[in-house]
């Protein structure tokens, strides 16, 4: 079975009217996001346990303009093929591409998940996890913050990636 991925991913307003839907239907939202530039195991790993947390899982991935932010000639893979590819896996209800440099209006005020999970792995700083953390507490949420799962990280993978074919970096030190 092929599955339209397409089809799962939202943009604000339709993202806005499927969590209404999900909580008129007394569903338990849960929300993950990070960038998923090179997948790895740990990303499938981390997605499908976070979603044992609740009946529907909504994946947030970060816009360009922030995936940029993680390193030179970063992303790897675009926002929509990221969104894309994310939104391909089962345990994945849906998926968003946002803008978290927006504080006025972050994805965790959007969809006012039951769940929020983070995990351990994460680049964040400790003020931007107590910031998330204080807006599920307001929300009347539930924060959760979960072990790596794995020891591969998408920066990791591209910088061996890079040592390894590119003779002009090898030779650069």
Do not use: W
Not at 24 to 41: N, P, R, T, W, Y
Not at 117 to 129: G, H, Q, V, Y
Request: proline share 3%; net charge negative; glycine share 6%.
């Amino acid at each position: 079975m092929i599955i339209n991925s397409e089809k799962l991913i939202l943009n604000e307003e339709d993202l806005i009217n499927f969590c209404k839907k999900c909580k008129k239907e007394q569903k338990k939202i849960v929300l993950a996001s990070g960038v998923f530039d090179v997948l790895h195991e740990g990303h499938l790993k981390f997605l499908e346990e976070v979603r044992g947390y609740g009946d529907v899982l909504i994946v947030g991935i970060n816009n360009d303009n922030f995936a940029s932010k993680k390193g030179p000639n970063r992303p790897i893979q675009s926002e929509n093929v990221r969104a894309y590819l994310i939104a391909g896996f089962k345990c994945v209800t849906c998926v968003h591409i946002y803008d978290c440099s927006d504080r006025d209006r972050p994805l965790i005020s959007i969809v006012k998940p039951d769940v929020y999970l983070m995990s351990n792995s994460s680049a964040e700083t400790k003020e931007d996890r107590q910031y998330k953390v204080d807006i599920m507490d307001k929300l009347g949420g539930k924060t959760i913050i979960v072990d790596e799962f794995s020891k591969a990280h998408s920066t990791s993978i591209i910088d061996k990636l890079m040592d390894t074919h590119n003779p002009v970096l090898i030779k650069e030190e």
